[in-house]
């Protein structure tokens, strides 16, 4: 069993940055792919960017050139840079992971609670 906790969300203006946190505890997702969704109010959750246990990363168009994933695995910890925020941007954001979980395909097991990131105009 595998718990997520995220930090890092607030209020920010447009163009500012915010930096996302996902912190593992429970089990050791050195081995896993970690992925950050995140839900508007009335939209589905979207994959923003994920990145693999040997870290390559994806990131959704909307994002690309703004958000940089990372990871840590000495900390069990991942993260999620999001740089020149757009309010197109609001949304809670979601931390993923599960077993052998391949972001091209789907989602994982594991869900953190949620942090709230709120970017005004």
């Known amino acids: 069993q595998v718990q997520l906790v995220e930090s890092g969300g607030g209020l920010v203006q447009a163009g500012g940055s915010l930096r996302l946190s996902c912190a593992a505890s429970g089990s050791s997702f050195t081995f896993h792919a970690i992925g950050w969704f995140r839900q508007a109010p009335g939209k589905a959750r979207e994959l923003v960017s994920a990145i693999s246990s040997g870290g390559t990363t994806k990131y959704a168009d909307s994002v690309k050139g703004r958000f940089t994933i990372s990871r840590d695995n000495a900390k069990n910890t991942g993260y999620l840079q999001m740089d020149s925020l757009k309010p197109e941007d609001t949304a809670v954001y979601y931390c993923?992971?599960?077993?052998?979980?391949?972001?091209?395909?789907?989602?994982?097991?594991?869900w953190g609670q949620g942090t709230q990131v709120t970017v005004s105009s």
């Open positions: 993923n992971t599960g077993l052998y979980v391949d972001y091209n395909l789907g989602r994982g097991a594991y």
